[in-house]
């Protein structure tokens, strides 16, 4: 009988094994099909540009795809590994180093930005918040039509400053919520003056080399980045390399390149306080007031909104040639990011959708 006995357990263990774990590979493919359809909307052209995508629940990845070509010209393929340039979600980086700098008691965000540029007008009206939160009042020097003539030149963060502080403001701090570039042009500026470092320099001291993030930079289209991204526009019928631009105009608000790994690695560091304590996390991530006391859908570098009454904290991107989108679903601590290398690509809409799907099938069953 023992003989016998020893045959049919190892057939029972594996009937066992595949009854409990064929299930859970079952509808993780499933899962992983859903989002494939939902991206094939959006990036439908696998000889193109096209954009890489992951998606992580508790800091662990449970979708990562490349679609479409990182270089026409060569012909090559797009991979999970390749770097691209983030746009404005580089605004989480400068909101996150404000608020290093208040943890450190080298500033408050209740500062008048006059304390730190004494001859920026009104600047004793205008704080950091306001700059932080897109409620200053000052203009976006991305809608100014001269622009153009500083577009491909190399700016101090001082010139960027002067090139936009004399323009009529568009209404008083505090007044309404207007997304707003210049902002975050004037709080780079402010971490150089607190921190005594250049901001590229303090952004990878910081946070890239305390959290790992290797394959993080401020952009160049100079130096050799391996694995880089190329970007591309669409103009008619046809794809070209996109224009070029001085990464020291957008700056502090826009001219950082990252990976979907590195970005895991970002969100893990702020979801575990990694960098910030719990009182500063909590800053970036909170709703404010208008003077109106009429609450607005933006904390510090952040949108703090709702999907289908699913409340998530997101922010995009989009520069000359790349867009990006990023949605973290603190209920569920799933993350959700896209970067594009064509602003033909809109990843927006896409990464919600996503994060959404994920969210139904994983929490509420399929």
Not at 46 to 71: C, L, W
Not at 173 to 201: D, H, M, Q, T, W
Request: net charge neutral.
């Amino acid at each position: 009988m023992k003989p016998k006995q020893t045959k049919i357990l190892p057939g029972f263990l594996f009937i066992l094994i595949c009854s409990l774990f064929l299930p859970a590979a079952v509808k993780a493919q499933k899962l992983s099909d859903q989002i494939d359809r939902l991206i094939s909307t959006v990036i439908s052209d696998q000889q193109g540009p096209g954009g890489v995508f992951m998606v992580a629940r508790k800091g662990e990845v449970i979708y990562q795809k490349a679609f479409g070509k990182a270089n026409l010209e060569l012909g090559v393929n797009l991979s999970t590994e390749n770097v691209f340039q983030l746009g404005s979600m580089t605004k989480q980086f400068t909101a996150v180093s404000v608020l290093l700098l208040e943890q450190e008691g080298k500033l408050k965000v209740s500062d008048p930005i006059s304390k730190y540029i004494p001859d920026y007008p009104a600047g004793n009206e205008i704080t950091i918040h306001h700059l932080l939160t897109h409620t200053s009042g000052i203009k976006d020097f991305t809608k100014m039509k001269s622009l153009a003539s500083i577009a491909q030149k190399e700016m101090t963060p001082k010139m960027m400053v002067d090139f936009f502080k004399d323009e009529p403001v568009d209404f008083a701090p505090g007044e309404r919520f207007e997304y707003n570039n210049s902002g975050y042009v004037i709080l780079g500026y402010l971490i150089e003056i607190v921190s005594e470092e250049k901001y590229a320099n303090f952004i990878q001291r910081h946070i890239f080399d305390r959290l790992g993030m290797d394959h993080s930079y401020y952009a160049s289209d100079k130096k050799v980045v391996y694995n880089r991204a190329y970007g591309y526009q669409k103009k008619e019928n046809a794809y070209v390399n996109k224009t070029a631009i001085n990464f020291s105009v957008p700056f502090a608000s826009g001219a950082l390149m990252s990976t979907l790994t590195d970005l895991l690695k970002w969100q893990n560091a702020l979801s575990h306080h990694k960098l910030l304590n719990a009182e500063e996390t909590n800053k970036a991530f909170s709703r404010y007031k208008l003077n109106n006391g009429e609450l607005f859908n933006y904390g510090y570098g952040w949108h703090i909104k709702e999907l289908d009454s699913l409340p998530v904290i997101a922010h995009g991107g989009s520069i000359f040639g790349f867009k990006s989108m990023g949605v973290y679903v603190p209920g569920a601590d799933i993350y959700v990011i896209g970067l594009t290398n064509c602003d033909c690509n809109s990843p927006t809409l896409l990464i919600e959708n996503i994060a959404k799907l994920v969210v139904t099938h994983l929490t509420k069953g399929d």
